[in-house]
């Protein structure tokens, strides 16, 4: 049985990175972590909510998920991140929470957190590497250990094979192309082993 605290912070709009958060949080239960699902505030309009039907509904029913904290990154010992592709980026919501953390990282509470990113986009080439690759950019700031789950699995060449992080093409009607689940479960279940590693090291 693990010690671990894992958060598991994600954004979502209509629902494809929240589904990538309840199983990445299955997988790391399963590895014996205690975790948290937390969402990132979100900054859209409310014009441009009320306009797409899917992410009013989202939104309507993971009003219950409690937004992240700077006390939940103190109290994690891993991360794992799941944000949409926007234009090969993270979407402003995860990057607006994100620049609130200078005084944690300011005072060294970010070090030594391991981290590990998953992302959707609409098709295979659409920004996924790039996005997961963008959010890694702030972790090394923050002396974080970034926890990519490479190939270390058959999984991950099931579910499209990107090694910095789990990724899924959405169609137009909000399904997901690959079948990414097992490899979710795995990627949550190498960053709470990684983490435990780095905990005992650091006791």
Do not use: C
């Amino acid at each position: 049985m693990t010690n671990v605290n894992l958060a598991i912070v994600y954004y979502s709009s209509t629902g494809t990175n929240y589904k990538l958060a309840k199983w990445a949080e299955e997988g790391a239960k399963a590895a014996g972590a205690e975790v948290k699902v937390l969402k990132v505030p979100e900054t859209a309009p409310q014009s441009a909510i009320d306009s797409n039907e899917a992410w009013k509904n989202h939104l309507q029913e993971t009003k219950d998920v409690p937004e992240v904290s700077h006390g939940d990154l103190e109290w994690a010992d891993a991360i794992v991140f799941s944000v949409p592709t926007r234009f090969g980026n993270m979407p402003a919501q995860m990057k607006s929470f994100l620049d609130t953390t200078g005084g944690l990282w300011f005072n060294g509470k970010l070090v030594n957190k391991v981290v590990s990113a998953m992302t959707s986009a609409q098709n295979p080439h659409g920004g996924q590497e790039a996005t997961i690759l963008s959010l890694y950019t702030t972790m090394y700031h923050w002396g974080a250990i970034v926890a990519a789950p490479g190939y270390t699995d058959p999984v991950t060449f099931a579910a499209g094979g990107n090694p910095y992080g789990t990724s899924v093409s959405v169609d137009q009607n909000g399904k997901m192309v690959e079948d990414v689940q097992t490899a979710v479960k795995h990627q949550a279940k190498r960053t709470v082993t990684i983490a435990e590693m780095v905990k005992k090291a650091n006791q």
